[in-house]
C-alpha cells in the first residue's frame, strides 16, 4: 500500500501516521519526491483499512498495490486446489459436471434424473430444496423434505449431492445432509451467512453476484476460507448487463482472470447464463475451451412442467449428447473428466 502525503503535510503529521503503522506491525519505507513524502507500507496490508488512512487531512491519496485477499490469492499459494467430493474431483486438472434439476418436486423425479445424468457421466447430482425466488408466489422449493429426497437420490446413485442453502438457520442441517452446499449469487455478499459456512466441514460453491466484480466475489470467498474452510469452489453464472436477450451474460473472461487472480476451481453454470436450452451446449463447450474446472447444468426429465426453470433445462436425452462432446473436450484440454 503506497500513502501519498499532501505537499504542506507537517514533519508531526508524518511521524504520527508512520508510528500508527508501525503499531499495526507494519514497516514503512519513506520517500521524500518533489514537493511531498511517499509511505511504502511493508507487510500484510489486508487489515488496514484505507477510508481511515484517507480521512486524515494530511494525506493526499491512497493505493492498494497488493490484492486485499490472501487466503484465496494465487499469489500466496501459487498450485491449483483441488476440491474433492466423495469420488469425485474438481480443479487442478480435474473436471467434474454437476447436474439435475432447479428444484426437487418429487421423489420420482429427482431419482429419475439422478439415475439419468449419472448413466451420461454426471459427477455430482444438484436440485434445490430451499429456492431464492424473486417472487414470493412462486414455488419456494420443498425445504427439509427435498433435502431427505436428494439423500435417497443419493442412496441409490451414490451421487454427492449439491444444494443451495439461504438461511444461517440450517447450517447444521446442511453440515448434517449435504455433500457441497452452494451459495446462490443474491447471497453472495450475505457476509453473516458466509462466515457461517466458513466454519463447516464441507466444501462450498460460491456463485458469482448478479452484478460483481471478480474482486468482491474472491473477497466473498476469502469470507469463507478466514473461518477455516479452504474448500471453495468458485462459479460463473452470468452477470447482469444491458443485454435482454438472454437470461444473464455468460462472462468467460471470469475463468482465465479468476486463475489468475486465485487458486480455487472455478465451474460455469450456462443454465441460468442462458436462461434458454439451447444455448446450453454452446456455451457449456466454450467453458470448457476457456479453461473452467467443471460445469453445472440444470436438467429435468419433463421440462415442459417443471416447477422452475423448465425454460433453460436439458432432457436428459440432450444432456447426454453433450456428455458424449464433454468426453472428447475436456481430455483436449488437458484435463480429466472425474465420474466419481
Ligand atoms: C440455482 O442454481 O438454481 C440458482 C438459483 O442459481 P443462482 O443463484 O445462480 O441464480
Ligand atoms: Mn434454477
Same mark, same amino acid.
Given at each position: 500500500?503506497?500513502?501519498?502525503?499532501?505537499?504542506?503535510?507537517?514533519?508531526?503529521?508524518?511521524?504520527?501516521?508512520?508510528?500508527?503503522?508501525?503499531?499495526?506491525?507494519?514497516?514503512?519505507?519513506?520517500?521524500?519526491?518533489?514537493?511531498?513524502?511517499?509511505?511504502?507500507?511493508?507487510?500484510?496490508?489486508?487489515?488496514?483499512?484505507?477510508?481511515?488512512?484517507?480521512?486524515?487531512?494530511?494525506?493526499?491519496?491512497?493505493?492498494?498495490?497488493?490484492?486485499?485477499?490472501?487466503?484465496?490469492?494465487?499469489?500466496?499459494?501459487?498450485?491449483?486446489?483441488?476440491?474433492?467430493?466423495?469420488?469425485?474431483?474438481?480443479?487442478?486438472?480435474?473436471?467434474?459436471?454437476?447436474?439435475?434439476?432447479?428444484?426437487?418436486?418429487?421423489?420420482?423425479?429427482?431419482?429419475?434424473?439422478?439415475?439419468?445424468?449419472?448413466?451420461?457421466?454426471?459427477?455430482?447430482?444438484?436440485?434445490?430444496?430451499?429456492?431464492?425466488?424473486?417472487? !414470493?408466489?412462486?414455488?419456494? *422449493? $420443498?425445504?427439509?423434505?427435498?433435502?431427505? +429426497?436428494? =439423500?435417497? &437420490?443419493? /442412496? @441409490?446413485?451414490?451421487?454427492?449431492?449439491?444444494?443451495?442453502?439461504?438461511?444461517?438457520?440450517?447450517?447444521?442441517?446442511?453440515?448434517?445432509?449435504?455433500?457441497?452446499?452452494?451459495?446462490?449469487?443474491?447471497?453472495?455478499?450475505?457476509?453473516?451467512?458466509?462466515?457461517?459456512?466458513?466454519?463447516?466441514?464441507?466444501?462450498?460453491?460460491?456463485?458469482?453476484?448478479?452484478?460483481?466484480?471478480?474482486?468482491?466475489?474472491?473477497?466473498?470467498?476469502?469470507?469463507?476460507?478466514?473461518?477455516?474452510?479452504?474448500?471453495?469452489?468458485?462459479?460463473?453464472?452470468?452477470?447482469?448487463?444491458?443485454?435482454?436477450?438472454?437470461?444473464?451474460?455468460?462472462?468467460?473472461?471470469?475463468i482465465p482472470a479468476v486463475k489468475r487472480m486465485s487458486?480455487?476451481?472455478i465451474?460455469?453454470? !450456462?443454465?441460468?447464463?442462458? *436462461? $434458454?436450452?439451447?444455448?446450453?451446449?454452446? +456455451?457449456? =463447450?466454450? &467453458?470448457? /475451451? @476457456?479453461g473452467?474446472?467443471?460445469?453445472?447444468?440444470?436438467?429435468?426429465?419433463?421440462?415442459?412442467?417443471?416447477?422452475?426453470?423448465?425454460?433453460?433445462?436439458?432432457?436428459?436425452?440432450?444432456?447426454?449428447?453433450?456428455?458424449?462432446?464433454?468426453?472428447?473436450?475436456?481430455?483436449?484440454?488437458?484435463?480429466?473428466?472425474?465420474?466419481?
Amino acid at each position: 500500500m503506497v500513502v501519498v502525503m499532501r505537499p504542506d503535510a507537517s514533519q508531526r503529521d508524518i511521524d504520527k501516521l508512520i508510528a500508527q503503522f508501525q503499531l499495526q506491525g507494519l514497516q514503512v519505507g519513506i520517500t521524500n519526491g518533489v514537493g511531498c513524502t511517499i509511505l511504502g507500507l511493508v507487510g500484510d496490508t489486508t487489515g488496514v483499512d484505507m477510508d481511515k488512512i484517507t480521512i486524515n487531512n494530511s494525506v493526499e491519496r491512497v493505493m492498494r498495490v497488493s490484492e486485499p485477499y490472501k487466503r484465496a490469492n494465487r499469489k500466496f499459494h501459487p498450485e491449483d486446489t483441488t476440491v474433492k467430493v466423495g469420488g469425485a474431483a474438481i480443479g487442478g486438472g480435474s473436471f467434474a459436471v454437476i447436474a439435475g434439476p432447479c428444484s426437487v418436486e418429487s421423489e420420482a423425479q429427482i431419482i429419475d434424473v439422478a439415475q439419468k445424468v449419472q448413466n451420461s457421466g454426471a459427477a455430482l447430482l444438484r436440485g434445490g430444496a430451499f429456492k431464492p425466488r424473486t417472487s !414470493p408466489y412462486s414455488f419456494q *422449493g $420443498m425445504g427439509a423434505a427435498g433435502l431427505d +429426497l436428494l =439423500l435417497e &437420490a443419493k /442412496a @441409490a446413485t451414490g451421487m454427492p449431492i449439491v444444494t443451495e442453502l439461504m438461511s444461517e438457520k440450517y447450517c447444521q442441517l446442511f453440515e448434517d445432509k449435504v455433500d457441497v452446499i452452494q451459495i446462490g449469487a443474491r447471497n453472495m455478499q450475505n457476509f453473516d451467512l458466509l462466515k457461517e459456512v466458513g466454519k463447516l466441514s464441507k466444501p462450498i460453491l460460491l456463485k458469482r453476484g448478479l452484478s460483481n466484480s471478480y474482486e468482491e466475489w474472491i473477497m466473498s470467498a476469502e469470507y469463507i476460507m478466514s473461518e477455516g474452510n479452504e474448500n471453495v469452489i468458485l462459479c460463473e453464472r452470468g452477470i447482469r448487463t444491458f443485454e435482454t436477450y438472454t437470461r444473464n451474460t455468460l462472462d468467460l473472461s471470469a475463468i482465465p482472470a479468476v486463475k489468475r487472480m486465485s487458486h480455487l476451481p472455478i465451474v460455469v453454470d !450456462p443454465s441460468h447464463a442462458a *436462461g $434458454m436450452y439451447w444455448m446450453v451446449e454452446p +456455451l457449456a =463447450l466454450a &467453458a470448457v /475451451a @476457456a479453461g473452467a474446472d467443471g460445469l453445472i447444468i440444470e436438467v429435468h426429465n419433463d421440462p415442459q412442467n417443471a416447477k422452475c426453470d423448465g425454460q433453460q433445462s436439458l432432457t436428459p436425452e440432450h444432456f447426454d449428447r453433450l456428455m458424449k462432446k464433454l468426453e472428447t473436450q475436456v481430455p483436449w484440454m488437458g484435463k480429466t473428466l472425474s465420474r466419481g
